[in-house]
């Protein structure tokens, strides 16, 4: 079974910084591209960041500079390192693994992130 499990959210201050953790499990193919997404209350759910198996990122331009991600192929994880974070960083955010042998994109169930200002 495949299961996707986040970790590292919580409460911070303005200016605070959060890392993130994914880690995948049940999974026994190459996992291409792993990501976070986010969605706050009322609003739809949008990229943060991913990063292909082969180390290439992407990032939403409201989180560059700030937020870098990384991940450990032969673990499995993914990490999102967030910092200088803002108020309107507060959402829930998700991780997901897209493994293309399978045309699958599996997604983890979240972690809160709340940024007090």
């Known amino acids: 079974q495949v299961q996707l499990v986040e970790s590292g959210g919580g409460l911070v201050q303005a200016g605070g910084s959060l890392r993130l953790s994914c880690a995948a499990s049940?999974?026994?193919?190459?996992?291409?591209?792993m990501g976070w997404y986010r969605q706050a209350p009322g609003k739809q759910r949008e990229l943060v960041a991913s990063?292909?198996?082969?180390?290439?990122?992407n990032y939403a331009d409201s989180v560059k500079g700030r937020f870098t991600i990384s991940r450990d192929n032969v673990k499995k994880t993914a990490v999102l390192q967030m910092s200088s974070l803002k108020p309107e960083d507060t959402a829930v955010y998700f991780c997901?693994?897209?493994?293309?042998?399978?045309?699958?994109?599996?997604w983890g169930q979240g972690t809160q992130v709340t940024v007090s200002s």
């Open positions: 997901n693994a897209f493994i293309s042998r399978l045309s699958q994109l599996y």
């Open positions: 990063i292909t198996r082969g180390g290439n990122t």
């Open positions: 049940g999974i026994t193919f190459t996992i291409d591209s």
